[in-house]
């Protein structure tokens, strides 16, 4: 890679777009810098003046409800002020495009794009087109990154977990498909855990997965041998019609994860998903719902780790120097 | 009688197994002598090319010129100004045209475009399939008649085999050469895959196949071994699969959309070893000019290609000053190479053969910025680098169509 648009001439983050590419300090010192929006004895997140008078717009092309309102959450603990936009339903269906969008907006004076789009890379187009001053998070393009989801479940993990050296962390299911794997094992490698797995059928893998930095299993149950951490991946329904898969009961016979498999695991081991849930496709409710589960811890986190991201890139983009 | 004399260059003709400095005299739009001129010769034009290497004008087997549904890219007159600026004499022109070529009077329109850019040596190659669509076949022998030289289904794959093999058996019935980009968009662009299938209907067939853009490793090894056992078929690669892998991609630069994509180093390697030993015959451009719009987007959204006449040249010297090919290897896959697979009487400097000549300045160095580009498109990952080796001369048919600082 020739140069990392995501910092800026100093090396500070401008733009948060793909983990890769960025340092295991950077990601630290996101987590850090979440972990201090978190009061330590009720785990509320305090309000903090830290970006009042900004404008940050939730451009989002795709539908969310998780990733949209914990970003709008965490722009109002910030104090800034916070556009909500459902491109679906808007401009671009009357034709105007991408870069005619993000110009108009540009226009009214905002501060920070935060982007979902279905297209790989939308992001990073946006953050090369847009104005110098302007600050890009992606909230998740395509198949392609899913950075702040990976962030948050990394603080989850630290939270639980605190030495990434010593984990074995499981991902399972639909990898191919997934922007939250991607990231996440990005993450996981730069913080240095002992092991990414990822357990999947091979339709439900990338070609040379490997090369990610991953063993790879095709057996839930070899494969939660010494796990720590089990991160469990949405399938969609729209996979059982392209040939990827048989059926949905066959995936949850071999795939999904109920408490019989996951006492397979290391017996302290944790229960993650990034949501949302399908109880009784990849995952038994009794699972989702049980003891080790932290899967609404996760949301709780993605307030403060966002909240982070957000602060850090602005305050690196020259505008709270 | 024009009567042209072009002295003292280093004179290079793989065909002919030449490789020395002398001179060339052409009379009537023909070569009529190397090193001795012939009789009676008194010269109209002289042109110095000390220092100079003069060889056959380059055939590229795979070019977009644009035009009709498409002059925002590019017009028969921006992208034959650059043609002609990087030596390139003669042109195929791919079908995916807009419209398609599937029909003669698409031909011999675009055979009246070339004659008015003033650049004739265009040929169009005719859709395997009428609108590219895979599904029925195209008006083949009436598109040869009207000036097509092969068919080809482009970038679009021929997703029924029974039809590929009719559409084969067809073409091989009037002696036409298919040229293939193997290509299975259900695989994500895997092209190996497609190839073998094709390479089993060549066989099958008895067509003429030549295969186009290769990109990947196996491919190589496939066609060496088809070649070795004994099946008619030859091969090109795009000039940038040649210095270009995913690993040069700056991340979601649309400059880099290429198809088939920027692939692995060791893909790279192979290609490169392909075109030293001769399973790759050839080289091509790929030239696909675009207009700024199109590269306006995110990666996937916008449209693939290079605009690529222009460094046609300096890539491959850059290939032989890391020696990976001979210059003469490197000359002979842009002049000979392609004229043989083509079965055309040019890409060589023989006596008799109309007089398409390339002059260029091996060590002449070029930035690439708006004063030295030519094509419409300025779509090249290669845009602000240095280039070494410049076209300083390029004639037609003994008409000189381009001469540096003119």
């Known amino acids: 890679m020739t140069h990392n648009i995501q910092l800026n001439s100093e090396g500070k983050l401008k733009h948060f777009l793909t983990i890769d590419g960025f340092d295991r300090a950077l990601l630290t010192e996101i987590l850090d810098t979440a972990a201090s929006f978190v009061n330590p004895r009720d785990g509320q997140i305090k309000k903090v003046p830290l970006l009042r008078g900004k404008t940050i717009v939730n451009l989002f092309f795709e539908n969310s409800t998780r990733t949209r309102t914990t970003f709008e959450l965490a722009a109002k603990r910030l104090s800034a002020d916070v556009l909500n936009m459902n491109i679906t339903t808007s401009s671009t269906a009357k034709g105007e495009s991408l870069l005619d969008t993000i110009r108009n ?12 789009h279905g297209i790989s890379g939308a992001a990073h187009f946006i953050a090369q087109q847009t104005a110098p001053h302007i600050s890009v998070i992606n909230a998740g393009d395509g198949q392609h990154a899913h950075p702040t989801q990976a962030m948050l479940d990394m603080f989850t993990i630290r939270q639980l977990r605190p030495d990434f050296s010593k984990l074995r962390v499981a991902i399972i299911g639909d990898i191919l498909h997934s922007r939250v794997a991607r990231s996440e094992i990005h993450a996981l490698n730069i913080l240095g855990v002992a092991e990414v797995r990822v357990i999947a059928p091979k339709t439900l893998l990338p070609a040379k997965v490997e090369t990610l930095g991953v063993t790879v299993s095709h057996n839930l149950i070899e494969g939660l041998q010494d796990i720590d951490v089990i991160i469990m991946l949405r399938l969609q329904k729209e996979r059982m019609t392209s040939a990827l898969l048989p059926g949905e009961s066959e995936y949850f016979k071999c795939f999904g994860l109920t408490e019989e498999k996951l006492k397979i695991a290391k017996p302290d081991a944790i229960v993650m998903h990034p949501g949302p849930i399908n109880r009784g496709v990849e995952i038994d ?6 003891k080790q589960s932290v899967i609404l811890q996760q949301v709780s986190n993605g307030i403060a780790v966002r909240m982070a991201i957000m602060a850090m890139a602005m305050q690196h983009n020259g505008v709270m120097a | 009688m024009t009567q042209l004399h072009i002295q003292h260059g280093r004179i290079i003709d793989p065909a002919n197994k030449i490789d020395r400095v002398g001179d060339i005299y052409i009379v009537d739009g023909k070569i009529a002598a190397l090193f001795e001129p012939p009789e009676n010769f008194q010269a109209d034009t002289v042109i110095d090319a000390t220092g100079k290497v003069v060889c056959a004008g380059f055939i590229d087997l795979s070019t977009r010129l644009r035009d009709m549904g498409h002059s925002r890219k590019g017009t028969f007159k921006s992208e034959t100004r650059a043609a002609a600026s990087a030596g390139i004499t003669t042109l195929c022109l791919q079908p995916d045209t807009r419209p398609a070529m599937d029909a003669a009077s698409i031909a011999e329109y675009i055979k009246d475009l070339a004659e008015k850019a003033n650049y004739p040596q265009i040929y169009p190659i005719a ?45 091989a019935s009037h002696d ?15 092209e190996t895959i497609a190839l073998a299938e094709c390479l089993e209907l060549a066989e099958l067939t008895g067509c003429r196949v030549h295969f186009g853009q290769l990109s990947c490793k196996r491919s190589v090894i496939k066609i060496h071994q088809a070649k ?27 400059a880099y959309h290429v198809l088939p994509p920027l692939r692995t ?20 451009s790929d030239h696909q ?28 010297l850059k290939l032989v000053a ?37 002059i260029f300045d091996p060590e002449l160095t070029w930035q690439i910025n708006n004063d030295t580009w030519q094509s419409r498109g300025i779509n090249t990952p290669f845009w602000g680098q240095t280039m070494t080796g410049r076209v300083t001369h390029t004639l037609q048919a003994g008409k000189i169509i381009f001469s540096l600082n003119n």
Request: glycine share 6%; aromatic share 4%.
């Open chain 1, 285 to 290: 409710s009794k699972v989702a719902d049980g």
């Open chain 1, 105 to 116: 907006l540009e226009a009214m004076f905002v501060d920070m794009f935060v982007v979902r």
């Open chain 2, 127 to 171: 859709a395997l399939t009428q609108k590219l669509d895979g599904v029925e076949l195209s008006s083949m022998l009436s598109l040869k008649q009207a000036g097509c030289i092969a068919v080809s289904n482009a970038n679009e794959p021929v997703k029924n085999l029974l039809i590929l093999r009719r559409a084969m058996e067809y073409a």
């Open chain 2, 176 to 190: 036409l050469l298919y040229i293939c980009r193997p290509n299975d968009f259900s695989l994500s662009n895997k």
């Open chain 2, 322 to 358: 890391k020696r990976v090919i001979s210059l003469e290897q490197g000359i002979a896959a842009l002049t000979h190479q392609p004229a043989q697979i083509l079965r055309l009487p040019s890409g060589a400097l023989t006596v008799g053969f109309s007089a398409d000549v390339c």
């Open chain 2, 289 to 316: 000019p675009h207009d700024l719009d199109a590269k306006l987007g995110a990666f996937p959204e916008t449209e693939s290609g290079v605009s690529s006449l222009e460094t046609l040249l300096p890539l491959m």
């Open chain 2, 265 to 284: 180093e060791a893909d790279k390697k192979h290609l490169r070893q392909g075109l030293a030993n001769g399973t790759i015959n050839s080289i091509c």
């Open chain 2, 228 to 254: 070795k056992y004994g099946l008619n078929v030859s091969a090109d690669v795009a000039i940038h699969q040649l210095h270009l892998t995913e690993n040069d991609i700056i991340p979601f630069d649309s």
